[in-house]
T-cell receptor, first 116, second 111 residues
Framework: DTEVTQTPKHLVMGMTNKKSLKCEQH?????MYWYKQKAKKPPELMFV???????INESVPSRFSPECPNSSLLNLHLHALQPEDSALYLC???????????????FGSGTQLSVL | GNSVTQMEGPVTLSEEAFLTINCTYT??????LFWYVQYPGEGLQLLLK???ADDKGSNKGFEATYRKETTSFHLEKGSVQVSDSAVYFC??????????WGAGTKLIIKP
């Protein structure tokens, strides 16, 4: 199994809603990532988890809250989002976090989020 | 700081044409270089990589050579297919183990 699975594929939410994005991998990878991608732009790194601990937070607003319940799962909890947060949210994983492991990130297909 | 510059798109070609997508970089040290591809409605996939100068990465008929003297990593394919239509991202890994991405180049192949 060389897949990163993200659910849901599409999500529409109001600014007062609370929702969660889920990501799962069964490749034994110990690093997992959240990226945000606006249309026609490259992905922007949001968070990195290494061995289930948050190792990088790229100054992301607190309305985005990541969680790594175990080595296979990564969640992104959303609360009080703004319309400008509408984007494709991509999860990725790699064997480990480091120069060597940046040689290959495995990406999920993403969750297309629309905030109304 | 580190950066990656790609040619602006979209690039539109006919099937079986020769493809070049230019990528140049600015970096300290010796970064690894990558091409990722994003098909419509999907996440990104690693297409090929090179980890040191003069390395050639290749996959699915695509090739790119790590040129330190020109700080370039141009993507080439001898004969493109409609199925190659996608957005292509050049990237490098920096000393902080992060990927620095180019802006992406949309490729459109017409039958």
């Amino acid at each position: 199994d060389t897949e990163v699975t993200q659910t849901p594929k599409h999500l529409v939410m109001g600014m007062t809603n609370k929702k969660s994005l889920k990501c799962e991998q069964h490749m034994g990878h110990r690093a997992m990532y959240w990226y945000k991608q606006k249309a026609k732009k490259p992905p922007e790194l949001m968070f990195v988890y290494s061995y289930e601990k948050l190792s990088i937070n790229e100054s992301v607003p607190s309305r985005f809250s990541p969680e790594c319940p175990n080595s296979s799962l990564l969640n992104l909890h959303l609360h009080a989002l703004q319309p400008e947060d509408s984007a494709l949210y991509l999860c990725a994983s790699s064997q480990d976090r480091g120069v060597k492991t940046n040689e290959k990130l495995f990406f999920g297909s993403g969750t297309q989020l629309s905030v109304l | 700081g580190n950066s990656v510059t790609q040619m602006e798109g979209p690039v539109t070609l006919s099937e079986e044409a020769f493809l070049t997508i230019n990528c140049t970089y600015t970096a300290t040290g010796y970064p690894s270089l990558f091409w990722y591809v994003q098909y419509p409605g999907e996440g990104l996939q690693l297409l090929l990589k090179a980890t040191k100068a003069d390395d050639k990465g290749s996959n699915k008929g695509f090739e790119a050579t790590y040129r330190k003297e020109t700080t370039s990593f141009h993507l080439e394919k001898g004969s493109v297919q409609v199925s190659d239509s996608a957005v292509y991202f050049c990237a490098l890994s920096d000393s902080n183990y992060q990927l620095i991405w180019g802006a992406g180049t949309k490729l459109i192949i017409k039958p």
